[in-house]
């Protein structure tokens, strides 16, 4: 089955880092891009940044830059994005989703990591 | 960064309406835009690429629209299971979403 599966639930105090992992299975997963999405609560959705786990690449929003950190384990089929300095503004559901479309479109969504931050 | 806008952000309509929802980027993108659909507690699901390709299992109702600048999606006569929140999306470089629009039932 084609799918990407998220890890569960995390509670951070500000000031932390959450590194939330991605595992694709059932297609190859060096194929695409794999792309972080963040959605806050009633907000709406805000990409955060992409990595190639064939081409080593990655590349963030301006936004993120300098926190977040993205990884995977190609043995393993399994994105990792690593989101430092936490604030309660960090509180959200986070997607990782496959960039498979024609177009680089995102044909294909974790179930989502709901990431809260709180003291 | 390409800045994309969406009007209406929120429209009421009923079952059998036929609705538009325009989206605006702020520099030329060609067809480079996607719709997805994104409903109460579910990951987005897209609907449309390259501006007006339909993917595949979308029902014929939804169509879009446009080049450059100015896009459309539009529902031609709505559906109990369409009232959700609507986002384009850029896909050129760095990927961003409009606002959104949220579809409701009057």
């Known amino acids: 089955q084609v799918q990407l599966v998220q890890s569960g639930a995390e509670v951070k105090k500000p000031g932390a880092s959450v590194k939330v992992s991605c595992k694709a299975s059932?297609?190859?997963?060096?194929?695409?891009?794999i792309n972080w999405v963040r959605q806050g609560s009633g907000q709406g959705l805000e990409w955060m940044g992409w990595?190639?786990?064939?081409?080593?690449?990655?590349g963030f929003a301006e936004k993120f830059q300098g926190r977040v950190t993205m990884t995977w384990s190609t043995s393993i089929g399994t994105a990792y994005m690593e989101l430092s300095s936490l604030t309660s503004e960090d509180t959200a559901v986070y997607y990782c989703?496959?960039?498979?479309?024609?177009?680089?479109?995102?044909?294909?969504w974790g179930q989502g990591t709901l990431v809260t931050v709180s003291s | 960064d390409i800045q994309l806008t969406q009007s209406p952000s929120f429209l009421s309509a009923s079952v059998g309406d036929e609705v538009t929802i325009t989206c605006r980027a702020s520099?030329?993108?060609?067809?480079?835009l996607a719709w997805y659909q994104q409903r109460p507690g579910k990951a987005p699901k897209v609907l449309i690429s390259?501006?007006?390709t339909l993917q595949t299992g979308v029902p014929s109702r939804f169509s879009g629209s446009g080049s450059g600048t100015e896009f459309t999606l539009t529902i031609s006569s709505l559906q109990p299971e369409d009232f959700a929140t609507y986002y384009c999306?850029?896909?050129?470089?760095?990927?961003?979403f409009g606002p959104g629009t949220k579809v409701d039932i009057k």
């Open positions: 059932g297609y190859t997963f060096t194929n695409s891009d």
């Open positions: 520099q030329g993108i060609g067809f480079y």
């Open positions: 999306q850029q896909l050129t470089t760095h990927l961003t």
């Open positions: 990595m190639n786990a064939n081409s080593g690449n990655t």
């Open positions: 390259g501006a007006s």
């Open positions: 989703a496959r960039a498979g479309g024609e177009m680089g479109d995102f044909d294909l």
